[in-house]
């Protein structure tokens, strides 16, 4: 007699062993929730901690997908540190307790604010030069801009890495044409290699459909692993791509290691604007140099006149640099083809190395390496 689809799915997870406890995950319940359709879809919950290896939830799918009668699998990655649903409820304070307060009553001065406190960074000297390039809010290009100037620095004779840090949106592996699980060799993962720069990026471990629903501990510990446990071989920059806004993943790069600069990306229009002041007084607060701003989709030049057209108004990025104090480092147009460039793997650097945007933004990589004291490519 044939067992039962659960039977099988557990049998084919017992085996698995987190690697921190020695223990089978389905023994200890880390993995849970087994639901099952009548045609063969499973989908399950994986609890981690920020301790536990990431890579756990590919070898989960793997298994289940090897399971006789299984047509699909949906492993759901939950921070194992929340509550469960039934603690959400808090009983209410004994008698003569005192009641917290959240806010200031009309008339109390608020408390002033607290600088974040940053634990003393690890130096990874083989990594070179850290650059965290960031920006206040979505859509703005920052993936874009990062992935280009990458490239630009690799053609200039650089050794250079791009970690994926945008953990809830990881956007590298397609702009770079690569998407592949990642080799291991001698406990270190081996990153892959696009364009001439090594890249590592969450999106090489996970389904594309699937959603980090993760803290700030787990979030932490992914930005660490990939810092200590990618085999980066020696180079001379190592481009960060941060989520949008100053949240978990910009605070534990700056606490897991010395980031040499930030560079901030925004567009013309005020909202863009304000939102990347935030994220530069964000670095500047936690002792990070902002090297300089760079306004994307700047401009469109008419393909009839080659007038420049402000489409999304002007002088944004200018206004900024001026109020934080630094450079503004480029221009950006906005040029169709970099667009489709993000989308089919090939960077304008790479596709359309004579266009004005690649010119705009291999200018903007020429002035990195001064900005952090590098010098000349050996």
């Known amino acids: 007699m044939t067992e039962p689809l659960q039977a099988r799915l557990a049998e084919a997870l017992a085996p698995i062993a987190n690697p921190r406890t020695g223990a089978s995950l389905y023994q200890t319940q880390q993995v849970r929730d087994i639901a099952t359709t009548t045609d063969g879809k499973v989908r399950v919950t994986l609890l981690l901690s920020a301790q536990d290896d990431p890579t756990l939830a590919r070898q989960v799918r793997q298994a289940l997908e090897k399971v006789a009668g299984v047509t699909d699998v949906r492993v759901d990655v939950k921070d194992a540190t929340a509550p469960a649903a039934g603690d959400l409820y808090k009983p209410p304070a004994a008698a003569g307790a005192p009641k917290s307060r959240a806010l200031p009553v009309m008339g109390e001065a608020a408390p002033a604010p607290r600088a ?188 009839e006149t080659g007038k420049p057209m402000a489409i999304f108004g002007t002088g944004g990025g200018k206004r900024l640099a001026d109020e934080i104090n630094v450079p503004l480092l480029g221009e950006i147009p906005l040029y169709p083809p970099v667009l489709e460039g993000a989308d089919n793997g090939s960077p304008i650097v790479v596709s359309g190395p004579e266009s004005s945007a690649a010119k705009k933004l291999t200018a903007v990589a020429a002035l990195l390496p001064a900005a952090v004291g590098v010098g000349a490519p050996a």
Do not use: C
């Open 116 to 303: 974040p406190s940053v634990p003393a960074p690890v130096t990874y000297p083989q990594l070179g030069k850290i650059i965290a390039v960031s920006s206040g809010k979505g859509g703005v290009g920052k993936s874009t801009v990062t992935t280009n100037l990458a490239i630009a620095l690799a053609k200039m004779g650089y050794h250079v890495g791009l970690l994926d840090a945008d953990i809830y949106g990881p956007n590298i592996p397609r702009m770079m044409g690569v998407d592949e699980a990642p080799p291991v060799k001698d406990d270190k993962i081996q990153p892959l290699v696009a364009h001439g720069v090594k890249l590592i990026s969450l999106g090489f471990l996970i389904e594309r459909d699937q959603p980090a629903i993760w803290r700030g501990p787990i979030v932490m510990k992914i930005i660490t692993q990939f810092l200590r446990d990618v085999n980066w071989g020696r180079l001379d920059f190592l481009l960060v791509d941060m989520p949008p806004g100053t949240g978990d993943a910009q605070l534990s790069l700056v606490q897991a290691t010395t980031v040499a600069g930030a560079v901030i990306v925004t567009t013309p229009q005020e909202v863009a604007v304000g939102d990347a002041l935030r994220g530069a007084k964000m670095f500047q607060r936690v002792g990070v140099p902002v090297l300089g701003v760079v306004e994307n989709m700047s401009y469109f030049e008419s393909p």
